[in-house]
């Protein structure tokens, strides 16, 4: 009964929250989804209808419902380009809840979201155990993404080239820390996400050098769950609580100015989502994210609007092109473009050339491109041949995810194309 009252109270939330949307289609133009499949049932103004009615449509095909609502990238474009300004955002993931709530998480999302990410040792031993094992599985393709195909596995993986896990997660090589502020007088949390743990650890050592390199002392401690925002867009509320009560409670342990990722999903998360939903772990839960969404910040943004760095030396005569891929989360979300393109030529080595349609979604979109490979590399190839386009043998962005979105579909159409992070360049031009 009690999930019977809630769900009823979540349809009367939704019922408030789309009483402003007009059906413009203004959300048309921008949809990544609508731009495949030309389908007005992916694009947010179908899904509004769609969740209108979204008590009678559980009742009659309640897995349909869960399939169109999982068409969806939850990239926010729509939502960045609402004349009305409807919260799209949260109107799908509260949708999303209502109908896995009604019909049921599938029991392998809930082993992953409520116990293997909410338990760091647990995902950690078991990514120690795997990274071993890759070459079993998975086939180098030998190019410049550095990615693998596994065959065997094309039936979970689809046809995709990927990036193998690091042979050592970066806590594996440094440890907790809690490094002292130096000559900045500044000390941040740093919060590396599952993809800098394991994936992307190059990517993440580069960042610490970065901000040692400035004085920025730094708390990392051993543990840190993931952000929650896999399980949450997969409509797993309580698996994103448990992974959140987690690094809450790391968070509570150390003393710091700022937290800072170099994950624009997991920012956003942090700073966006923790704040809606810890009040369900608890009210000091909830006053802990407040506090930590005020102070939490981009990696680029810290860069440049904190510590206000700037070029050292002059640039050099004929600097290599990088083209920028703006990730959603980052642009749409958190509103920063403009310092990861100023990060970039911070390295007098690189200069910026724009792609077209540079903050067009990539069409990872997290958990989506698990689900939905085909529409996912469909879009992607979009993404790809606009930075192919653009005669830049670099491709940069701020998000690990796009990041590996973008290795996929370069890889497939065996482009010399690399892929870095943002920082990644900046951290090059440093001693």
Known sequence: MSDLNSLAQKLMTLDDSLSSCMRCGMCQAVCPMFGATMMEADVARGKVVLVSNLAHKLIEDPKAVADKLGRCLLCGSCQANCPSGVPLMDIFMTAREIVYTYIGLHPLKKLIF??????????????????????????????????????????????????????????????????????????????????????????????????????????????????????????????????????????????????????????????????????????????????????????????????????QGKPEAEREAVTYHDSCHLKKSLGVFKEPRAVVELNPHYKITEMAEADRCCGCGGSFNLFHYDLSRQIGQRKRNNVVASGAKIVAAGCPACMMQLEDVLSQNGDPVRVKHVVELYAESLD
């Open 114 to 311: 409520r116990y293997l990410l909410a338990s760091p040792g647990l995902f950690n031993l078991s990514m120690r155990f795997g990274a071993p094992c890759q070459g079993l599985l998975f086939k180098s393709k030998n190019n410049v993404q550095q990615t693998s195909a596994a065959p065997l596995l094309d039936s979970i993986l689809g046809a995709r080239h990927i990036r193998r896990l690091a042979p050592k997660s970066l806590y594996a090589i440094e440890g907790a820390l809690d490094e002292p502020a130096g000559a900045s007088g500044i000390k941040v949390a740093f919060y590396p996400g599952c993809m800098g743990d394991k994936f992307y650890v190059d990517m993440a050592r580069a960042c610490l050098k970065v901000l040692r390199h400035h004085g920025v002392g730094i708390y990392m401690p051993k543990g840190f769950a993931c952000c929650g925002i896999p399980a949450l867009s997969s409509g797993d509320v309580e698996g994103m609580t448990k992974e959140m009560a987690v690094s809450l409670g790391l968070f509570d342990k150390g003393q710091f100015d700022y937290v800072i990722t170099p994950c624009s999903s997991c920012t956003s998360t942090i700073k966006e989502l923790w704040v809606k939903y810890a009040d369900r772990i608890s009210p000091e839960a909830k006053a802990q994210a407040e506090a930590l969404s005020a102070k939490t910040m981009d990696i680029n943004d810290f860069l440049i609007n904190v510590l206000h760095v700037s070029m």
